[in-house]
């Protein structure tokens, strides 16, 4: 069975910083891209990052370039996302997601992913 639980989420203030943890099982783990989504309320789930590892590339949307990076443990089976310089608008539920063949072209899109986890939440304060 294909899991994937995150962890890490919590409260911080503007311009501080949360790492993330995925921790996958079940499944290959390096034959599978691993992306980050997340969701805020009322809002669509948009992807923050996904790394591929047969490709060794990485991929961000353009508000998570810069402040944020996606390391992947191997050994571990775990991919974090680490989150700096926070802003309120980054406050959202975070999901990881992994998928056998994600799209390099279309590594953002929910429907490029099979699987999900619960999703951890962000809030970061004025």
């Known amino acids: 069975e294909i899991r994937l639980v995150e962890s890490g989420g919590g409260l911080v203030q503007a311009g501080g910083s949360l790492r993330l943890s995925c921790a996958a099982s079940g499944f290959s783990f390096d034959e599978y891209a691993i992306g980050w989504f997340r969701q805020a309320p009322g809002k669509e789930r948009e992807g923050v990052g996904c790394t591929i590892h047969s490709s060794g590339k990485t991929y961000y949307s353009d508000s998570a370039r810069g402040r944020f990076t996606i390391d992947r443990d191997s050994a571990e089976n775990m991919v974090y996302l680490q989150m700096n310089s926070l802003i309120p608008e980054d406050t959202a539920v975070y999901y990881c997601?992994?998928?056998?063949?994600?799209?390099?072209?279309?590594?953002?899109?929910?429907?490029?992913?099979?699987?999900w986890g619960q999703g951890t939440q962000v809030t970061v304060s004025a």
């Open positions: 997601a992994t998928g056998r063949r994600v799209p390099r072209s279309r590594w953002f899109a929910v429907e490029s992913y099979e699987y």
